[in-house]
Structures are given as structure tokens and as C-alpha cells.
């Protein structure tokens, strides 16, 4: 992934806006980043505590003056930090990258009704889903010349996933909460989506029992007999997130060769 070669243009030549999620290289989220680099926009990165080493390295090879900025989304005061900073050295921003979701790796394996446990539900539903209606919130704030905001999910948000368990539910919250946020803010011009992608070799995905099985049958059983391609996510991200996408908002946007639309596998073969 980190060898993709992303489209230059200037589509987003004068946005700028917040990415929050990047873990490392493989990122869905830093995708996303180069690929609004390459258009044009000026970002800030959100992290962590240790999560920077791995993400500053990758914030300066974008060139320019990295910005970056701690932001707990468990923690109203680091996330009024965060905000305050972006506010007090752009006064607006243009767009927001959400790409944050965590629940006990425990509970992303065998049974969702025997492992999933209430302080679970909680930290799940907190980090995977709320945490975007809060970003969310604050950045509809500086968006004063409107804007657009988008989320990752999964198809396991609507369709039972083997071992996706308490992180399917809380995607299909956060698909809920999308469509809330888009109806809130879209008479103040800001639009919000959620982008589906497929299995890919992501942090995420390695912490799932079973990842492997997924990203073969993800492939094997789609539409297009592919993996799910980080040009494709970053291109529709781009899509939603400049002018190509107005009008578009309250969608969940799938990214998966077609695997969303196959109810039976092929049996050609068979």
C-alpha cells in the first residue's frame, strides 16, 4: 500500500481539514492523506500517545510543515485541545477524516452473545461510533463556509461477519449516527458520509479472528474477483470529500469490488 501511486491534481487546492486514525503505513486513513495531499489539501493529523513515532515520520514525507495534534476522543478536555488548536491556526477548516474504532480484542473472537461484555459494549460503541458524532460536532463548528465529513465502516454493520461481533454493531451505530449528522448539518452546507471499504491488510483487520478468511472470501466471492484496492477508498474518499461529491450526503458508500451486493458465491467452478 505504501507504494500507491495517487492521481495529482488540485481538487482540493486551498481545503484543509483534520484526518483523525492513522496508525501506521497501512492505514485506511493515511490512503486517504496522500491521496488529498496529492489533490491539493493541507491537513492535521490527530494521534495518541505512542502512536506518533510510527505517525510523524509519515506526516513529514507529505513535505510542508507537519501538523499534528494529540486528541484523546475518550477525553472531552484533549478533544477540546484539538479543536482549539486547528481553530487558533486555520480559524476554519474544510473537511474531517474519521477513521477511529476499537473494541477488546477478546471479544472480536467465537461467540458475540457469551464475549461481549457491558464495559465492552461501552468502550466499543464510545471509540467506534460516538467518537464521530463529537468530532463531528466540533468540527461543524469551524466549518464556517460548510464542508464534508467522513467515516470508515464495514459490512459486518449489516450483515452478520464471523468474529466482527461487538465492533459490527457499533459500525451499524455509526452508520445510524451518520445519517443523523448529515440531516443536522446539511442546512449549514457541511455534508457527511461513510465510506464501506472491503477487507484490506489493515492494523484493524489483523485484530479480528479469522482477518485471513476474510480477505480471501472478500475476494474470492466478489463481484470483480479482487481484493479491495487503497486507490479505490482513496478515490472515493476524495470524491466525497471535494466538489465531485456535492450533494451527495446520509450515505453509506461501499468499496468492496461488489462483494456488498453477492447473496450466493459463484458456482462456476463447482
Excluded at 470483480?224 to 450533494?247: C, F, I, P, R
Amino acid at each position: 500500500m505504501s507504494d500507491t501511486i495517487f492521481p495529482k491534481g488540485d481538487l482540493m487546492k486551498g481545503k484543509r481539514g483534520l484526518v483523525m486514525g492513522v496508525a501506521n503505513k497501512n492505514s485506511i486513513a493515511w490512503g486517504i492523506a496522500q491521496q488529498l495531499a496529492a489533490q491539493g489539501a493541507e491537513m492535521a493529523f490527530s494521534y495518541q500517545g505512542a502512536v506518533e513515532k510510527r505517525v510523524r515520520p509519515l506526516v513529514e514525507s507529505l513535505g510542508g510543515d507537519p501538523f499534528m495534534v494529540e486528541a484523546d476522543v475518550t477525553d472531552d478536555a484533549s478533544m477540546d485541545a484539538c479543536f482549539q488548536a486547528l481553530e487558533d491556526k486555520w480559524g476554519k477548516i474544510d473537511f474531517l477524516v474519521h477513521a477511529i474504532a476499537f473494541a477488546g480484542k477478546d471479544e472480536l473472537v467465537g461467540s458475540f452473545t457469551e464475549n461481549t461484555t457491558r464495559e465492552g459494549w461501552s468502550r466499543a460503541m464510545e471509540i467506534s461510533a460516538f467518537s464521530f458524532v463529537d468530532a463531528g460536532k466540533r468540527a461543524s463548528r469551524l466549518m464556517t463556509d460548510g464542508g464534508s465529513m467522513i467515516t470508515l465502516t464495514y459490512l459486518g454493520s449489516e450483515r452478520v461477519v464471523p468474529s466482527y461481533n461487538v465492533m459490527g454493531v457499533a459500525k451499524a451505530a455509526l452508520e445510524a449516527s451518520t445519517r443523523y449528522m448529515a440531516r443536522d448539518l446539511g442546512p449549514s452546507n457541511i455534508r457527511v458520509n461513510a465510506l464501506s471499504a472491503g477487507p484490506m491488510r489493515t492494523l484493524a483487520m489483523a485484530g479480528i479472528s479469522g482477518g485471513k478468511g476474510l480477505m480471501r472470501t472478500g475476494r474470492e466471492w466478489s463481484m470483480m474477483k479482487q481484493d479491495t484496492q487503497m486507490e479505490g477508498v482513496a478515490g472515493a474518499a476524495l470524491y466525497l470529500l471535494s466538489s465531485l461529491g456535492t450533494s451527495c450526503t446520509g450515505e453509506t458508500h461501499h468499496v468492496d469490488c461488489g462483494f456488498h451486493a453477492v447473496a450466493v458465491p459463484s458456482m462456476d467452478d463447482e
